[in-house]
């Protein structure tokens, strides 16, 4: 009878700690990106909403670490989404509410060879005409913008180095509102769309 008692309890104890490690089993699941790897998430609080970006530091090294230092430091807090263009892109991170435009670092070598495409709700570095001179700009693309693919000879390309996992309807709203020229910039929001903090999750 004894044996049975302890048996039985023993039998609960195994059963019970399997349940735990399934559960934090789960939770791991959730923080890892399909190679297995753990992901970084930083969530973007806007003044219309929040969006959160899953980030591909396997792809994107150098991309997703730039980001990160200017998202740890502080940096985007307070700017706004300037240039606005439904079917096409948000393109944020650059500018004050007042349009004055932030001091950066040095520009980043640019990553679009890294085999991520700049479909619809993905995150990739803005730049000018020279393709290693992305700094903290970014855009999240409002639908699949082939266009900006790298093509090995014949386009350098627009990195992508995340993409939304939360937030998209946020994505729609902002690249729904009214825009004007403002400072000689076009695909300005009439009324500014602020980020007021990106924090890694």
Same mark, same amino acid.
């Given at each position: ?43 973007? &609080? ?10 591909? #530091? ?14 740890? &430091? ?36 640019? &990553?679009? /060879?890294?085999?991520?495409?700049? #479909? ?36 350098? /390309? ?44």
């Amino acid at each position: 009878m004894n044996c049975r008692f302890w048996f039985s309890v023993l039998l609960t104890a195994v059963a019970l700690a399997a349940g735990c490690d399934k559960k934090a089993g789960e939770g791991k699941t959730e923080q890892m990106d399909k190679t297995g790897m753990n992901s970084k998430r930083v969530k973007l &609080e806007t003044s219309m909403g929040d969006i959160v970006i899953e980030l591909n #530091e396997k792809a994107a090294p150098v991309t997703v670490k730039n980001f990160l230092r200017y998202a740890e &430091e502080g940096f985007y807090d307070g700017t706004v989404f300037h240039r606005v263009i439904p079917g096409f892109m948000i393109q944020g991170g650059g500018f004050t509410a007042d349009m004055k435009k932030k001091q950066t670092h040095p520009p980043i070598v640019n &990553e679009a /060879g890294n085999g991520l495409k700049n #479909e619809r709700g993905t995150i990739a570095m803005a730049r000018t005409n020279n393709p290693d001179s992305a700094t903290a700009q970014f855009f999240i693309n409002h639908k699949d913008n082939g266009n900006l693919n790298y093509i090995a000879g014949r386009s350098a /390309g627009y990195a992508v180095f995340g993409r939304v996992i939360e937030g998209m309807a946020v994505v729609d709203v902002i690249a729904a509102v009214k825009t004007t020229i403002r400072r000689g910039m076009r695909d300005v929001p009439v009324e500014p769309v602020v980020i007021k903090s990106a924090k890694l999750q």
